[in-house]
């Protein structure tokens, strides 16, 4: 009885979070509506008077600016173009997506996580599905698309359940999100909008913010998940899914000869390509090291963008001509025009969330509000772990409703960065704890993109999975993500180690 009534609730809470998810406008509408509301706001703020004193300069104030006045409206109209082409995370996502476009559409990205799940022993293949996950991110959602379903394949080809082989790459896919060894695409996506919402504060900081800011972390990250998410799916998800008694069976499809001859070739070009970039910053003479002792100093990080293209272009290039996959230069154009298409909803969304970000920084809002926001956090004296603890809280809450990163954090950043600036915390570091608890919720959340295509391919071994069986599953490498994360986290609060390349844990002035 005391099961059924716990199952019930956690069928109740389910559909509560979807039904409330469904309702929920599109994030473009979102953005629009959040937009509407920062004017009408700052009209009743101003009109009140709302000001606080200035935190950088002292003895200054700052108020509420009507953008609802002759100047307001006017600026709502000039600025509607610069606010969405000097958006940040805009161009820097769809330049980066160039690179990892031709390394997904030429085939190297599905062949090269092919080749690692089915090329270790059979005791790792566990390891090697999580690992081969957590670094998918590198290529956007390929790993939703291409590793998901293959983790199935592959326990069943070996005789073990194949949903808990679908766990534990979806575990490693959407719960290590965040996590890489090398820099991804959404490194840049959400360090633009941090390097904006820290303007709010202090402009020539936010200035010096690099892309690379949550590097050493989302590095160890890695390493972290990979044994954690083992360690779930071994002890605990396939002890309880039991032996498999359906009646599919699959054979594992290994890489063609063709394939093979196509990853050697790129992974030569990425070595050489890594090299050619070295010679730039290693050497003192290297255009990009610019004659720097530091090498935090050096216009390197700065340049991570370009780079990140080229390191992925190369090799996907390379690889596409082995396998034929490239035939000629129409070939390369005709792939980076449909990597353009494919992203031509976050372009919309990218307008929607520039108007909005614009807006709460241009009327003041996003400083009055931090200030105020530190202000209280301090007299409460609710300070450092619990602090951050309940930001993962909320953060992860929130993610259960929009599954999307960078829209969150285009919502939370302008919020919660300049709040926690005026507490201590480093920009960089407020968005590593965010980055935490958007990856950890993810593989529990009904809302998230892929969680209806999870389904369907776990639907092909077990007709009766639903819902509830996938998030069921799923609970304890959220748990135990939260859990492992939160500890490395505590651990990196406490040692003081920096969190990327020059980016410290604490804010000052």
Do not use: C
């Not at 990853?263 to 610019?290: E, H, I, K, M, Q």
């Not at 034929?324 to 969304?349: P, R, W």
């Not at 994360?485 to 000052?508: Q, R, S």
């Amino acid at each position: 009885m005391e099961k059924s009534q716990k199952t019930g609730f956690i069928m109740r809470a389910l559909n509560g979070i979807e039904r409330v998810g469904n309702k929920l406008p599109h994030p473009v509408t979102l953005f629009f509506i959040f937009a509407v509301a920062v004017v009408i706001l700052s009209a009743i703020f101003s009109a009140i008077g709302l000001s606080v004193e200035d935190p950088i300069n002292d003895g200054e104030t700052i108020a509420v600016k009507n953008l609802l006045s002759s100047e307001g409206i006017l600026y709502l109209f000039e600025s509607a173009v610069t606010n969405f082409t000097n958006f940040a995370p805009l161009g820097t996502v769809l330049v980066t997506m160039l690179g990892i476009g031709i390394a997904e559409r030429s085939g190297l990205i599905s062949a090269a996580l092919r080749g690692l799940v089915t090329s270790v022993p059979r005791t790792l293949m566990t390891a090697a599905l999580v690992f081969g996950g957590v670094m998918s991110s590198m290529a956007a959602d390929a790993g939703y698309v291409v590793l998901t379903p293959l983790g199935a394949v592959l326990f069943a080809g070996l005789g073990r359940h194949p949903l808990a082989g679908l766990a534990a790459a979806f575990a490693g896919v959407s719960g290590g999100f965040s996590a890489n060894l090398l820099l991804t695409s959404l490194d840049p996506l959400l360090g633009g909008l941090t390097k904006d919402a820290a303007s709010i504060i202090d402009p020539a900081y936010a200035e010096g913010i690099n892309y690379a800011m949550n590097y050493y972390f989302m590095f160890g990250s890695v390493i972290l998940l990979t044994i954690l998410g083992t360690l779930v799916t071994d002890k605990i998800v396939e002890p309880r899914l039991g032996t498999y008694r359906g009646s599919v069976k699959e054979d594992v499809t290994y890489l063609r000869p063709a394939e093979k001859k196509g990853l050697w070739g790129a992974l030569l070009a990425f070595l050489v390509t890594v090299a050619g970039v070295a010679l730039l910053v290693v050497p003192s003479w290297g255009p990009l090291r610019a004659g720097e002792e530091n090498f935090i100093d050096t216009p390197f990080l700065g340049t991570l963008v370009p780079i990140i293209l080229i390191v992925f272009f190369i090799p996907g290039l390379v690889y596409g001509l082995i396998t034929k996959e490239i035939k000629n230069d129409k070939d390369v154009a005709n792939q980076l025009s449909e990597t353009m298409a494919t992203m031509g909803a976050y372009i919309v969304l990218a307008f929607a969330a520039a108007q909005f970000v614009a807006y709460f920084s241009e009327s003041n809002l996003g400083t009055v509000l931090a200030v105020k926001g530190a202000a209280l956090i301090d007299a409460t004296g609710f300070k450092g772990i619990p602090l951050i603890l309940t930001f993962i809280v909320v953060s992860g809450f929130i993610n259960l409703f929009i599954g999307s990163a960078s829209a969150k954090w285009a919502i939370m950043a302008p919020v919660f960065i300049p709040m926690m600036m005026l507490s201590g915390y480093s920009p960089e570091f407020t968005q590593l704890v965010y980055r935490i608890a958007d990856s950890t919720t993810n593989v529990i959340s009904p809302l998230m993109p892929y969680f209806a295509i999870v389904i369907a391919f776990a639907q092909k071994y077990d007709k009766k999975v639903g819902i509830g069986t996938l998030v069921s599953t799923m609970l304890p490498y959220s748990i135990a993500f939260t859990i492992g994360w939160v500890i490395m986290l505590l651990i990196w609060m406490l040692t003081g180690l920096p969190i990327g390349p020059g980016t410290p844990i604490e804010y000052t002035q």
